[in-house]
DNA sequence: CTCATCTTTCAGAATATTCTGAAAGTTAGT
DNA sequence: ACTAACTTTCAGAATATTCTGAAAGATGAG
């Protein structure tokens, strides 16, 4: 009996992460390759999880190439076994400074990059003086800019706290967050 | 020309964070129209936004709901005007804040939910007591626990302090994290 | 109450994403 | 160098998501 509990409960929390898959950005199969991967905690091939979750050998390659792009998933081997393994990050905090940095990297850079592109199509206040436009066209532009550059530097924290969290040092943010939401600091307080 | 340079500037930001939804788990055009109005800063009625971003009625009037759904847009109304009119949150960190907590409520709640749900799976060690399970079985279904137990503690972590950023006090973790990245913190030092 | 104006809904069309499976590619052993 | 074992690729199929537009549903003025 104990032995159906635990792989029904493992297909349940591979369920669980698949469905979390759409809001993360990433496609259903690979996190529930993920989520296997995780929840066994073994190294599994190729024919294991293509026969686990019932999919295709190519969806199963590239998820785990994915999972190995992120830098989630490692390969492993076993001696007298031609085959490839795969495991998975077993710590939770290490899998997700993995994330962060991987979402700095697609997400947040390149948006910083174009956020400031599009930041040099318009001219500044300062470097328009003597040009003959209407004050309610430059009015215009002016709050267009400070617009843009309040989400600039909004996206410029949020990369400089996601870089401190996933560096090496990023240990301590850690250990800030976990005390952080032990510590009472209510907000109705003397 | 200098008309056309800030037209052409808002369309690129409208381009650029509509890129952006897919990673975000939001579609397409709700980012756009959510860009159009933060960027113009004006209150849009429905024909304009459709004229603007060149969408259907429909998809206009759903994306506009969902956007109020998140509490990121706000309805707006003109006098001697029977239209509706919608205008953008103007403050960035407000607009994260709210971001935030709709995420919570949608992706963490529920997920903690079901983990805790999964944990009930499986009987822990003391519940087993007296049971002729085999040692290796006890072992995996202990290591599963383990597992499952260690999401739940981060997700907890994650909860406690997205609300904390979210609640009326969480301003003050604004200040703290935009203080943390001015900081030099830095890793290599005595 | 009726009309005119504006908003929402939703079935089907258009589009985008993900998956399959067979073929091509790679590698280790002999 | 050949072969068997394994992995990756990719065109087309399957599936899922998003969009359209017309019809139905509101709402307020007169």
Redesign the pocket.
């Known amino acids: 009996m104990s032995g159906d509990a635990l792989i029904l409960a493992q297909d349940r929390f591979i369920a669980v992460w698949g469905q979390m898959s759409?809001a993360w950005g990433i496609?259903?199969?690979?996190a529930e390759v993920h989520a296997l991967l995780y929840i066994t905690g073994q190294a599994l091939?190729?024919?294991d999880i293509m026969e686990r979750l019932?999919?295709?050998?190519?969806?199963a390659?590239?998820?785990?190439?994915s999972l190995l792009d992120w830098g989630i998933v490692e390969r492993a081997h076993k001696r007298g076994?031609?085959?490839?393994y795969f495991r998975a990050e077993q710590d939770v905090w290490a899998l997700f400074r993995a994330i962060v940095r991987e979402r700095i990297a697609r997400e947040v850079d390149p948006l910083l990059a174009s956020l400031h592109e599009i930041r040099d199509m318009t001219p500044t206040d300062r470097a328009r003086r003597g040009e003959a436009i209407p004050e309610s066209q430059k009015h215009a532009a002016d709050e267009h800019n400070k617009r843009l550059d309040d989400m600039l530097q909004f996206f410029q924290v949020l990369e400089k706290l996601g870089n401190r969290f996933v560096s090496p040092a990023g240990r301590g943010l850690q250990l800030a967050a976990t005390l952080l939401t032990k510590m009472d600091v209510g907000g109705a307080r003397p």
């Open positions: 759409g496609s259903r199969t690979m091939c190729t024919d019932q999919i295709s050998r190519g969806n390659s590239m998820s785990i190439r076994d031609r085959k490839e």
